[in-house]
DNA sequence: ATCATAGAGTTAGATTTCGAAGTATTCCAC
DNA sequence: GTGGAATACTTCGAAATCTAACTCTATGAT
């Protein structure tokens, strides 16, 4: 080993084989890249939400849990959970939420009369006439976000999406 | 108005037509269900990567970096801008996250010397060695988090997400 | 009846993220 | 070259999120 480098090869250079094999196999690689696109994708919509109400003061989190509620057709109020579980976020992060918009009077709390471990949530008085307000104010109609896709593709991407969900769920069981 | 309820309309009563007008043009309904499923992913997604490397420490966000730093062929270093543009999250984020990488001596960051502006960042020897430890012990191939979604699906996914994030970057503009 | 178990929600503490302001370096017009 | 914009990254403070532990109510077995 006399003329060539005798310095000890570089970091990398060891284990580069062994991240080929790794690659090649191409398990991860494809993953990686709807992971990645998940999470811009995530990131701009939020982004877009929060812009597009600021006005109004309300993020997309809250957004989400108003046009939830405002769904619920019996008017029974929805709980905690079940709005957590709608917006996909841990139920801890609900409670934060809810603290809030409760404190700005767009929601009311109270306990369920027929079974005490349960709360229900209602848009109040305020938070209908905000609801509306940023419906009729915001473009949230007019200005399409996803423009880039038509009606099928997006049902094709949620489509998508909630299969890939529904996988992950399986697997924690 | 004598003998029906002469009590003021509930809060949602008032207002539930012009939410069934909203809901009725349909254009926030099909982008909250993407949006929802967007973040459902996610989230998901980042679990399952926490649980599968949490024996070695390793985060979802720190898995990203390396996995990206261990592509980078030419072994020159990747700039944290390019390394968060790829991650998908905002620059001051990636610069915490490399903080406390090369704190554990996962990284190191030098500042290019063709360019003082940029800093390079590569994997150490033991960045190396964790990733291919991660990628022998941890099922990083076999495991398959999208089972649920043929590859042609996969493909057809990553699609419609970049599509999609394509034209809400171009709505910036 | 009573005690153990399960379920819903909240609290607590840590982590992660973001946007905006700040710093340092380079590029460019003149 | 000198002053001013532009670029790359970091620092700072605030906000949102997570998991795990805790409280309170309901259920069910004995």
Redesign the pocket.
């Known amino acids: 080993m006399g003329s060539r480098k005798t310095t000890k090869p570089s970091a990398g250079e060891t284990y580069r084989k062994d991240v080929a094999l790794f690659v090649a196999a191409g398990g991860d690689e494809s993953v990686q890249r709807v992971m990645t696109a998940v999470h811009g994708l995530a990131?701009r919509l939020n982004?877009w939400y929060d812009r597009q109400l600021a006005d109004l003061d309300i993020?997309a989190?809250e957004w989400a849990v108003m046009s939830q509620l405002a769904r619920d057709v019996e008017a029974r109020g929805l709980?905690?959970?079940v709005l957590a579980d709608a917006a996909n976020?841990?139920?801890?992060?609900?409670?934060?939420?809810?603290?809030?918009m409760v404190q700005r009077g767009l929601v009311e709390?109270f306990t369920d009369p027929e079974?005490?471990?349960?709360?229900r949530v209602m848009l109040t008085d305020t938070g209908w006439q905000l609801f509306k307000l940023a419906i009729q104010e915001s473009d949230m109609l007019e200005s399409d976000v996803l423009r880039a896709l038509t009606v099928r593709e997006r049902v094709k991407l949620a489509e998508l999406l909630e299969r890939a969900i529904g996988g992950l769920d399986a697997l924690d069981r």
Not at 89 to 100: E, G
Not at 115 to 119: K, T
């Open positions: 990131r982004q993020s989190g709980t905690p959970s976020v841990a139920p801890s992060s609900m409670t934060h939420r809810l603290d809030r709390r079974n005490r471990v349960r709360v």
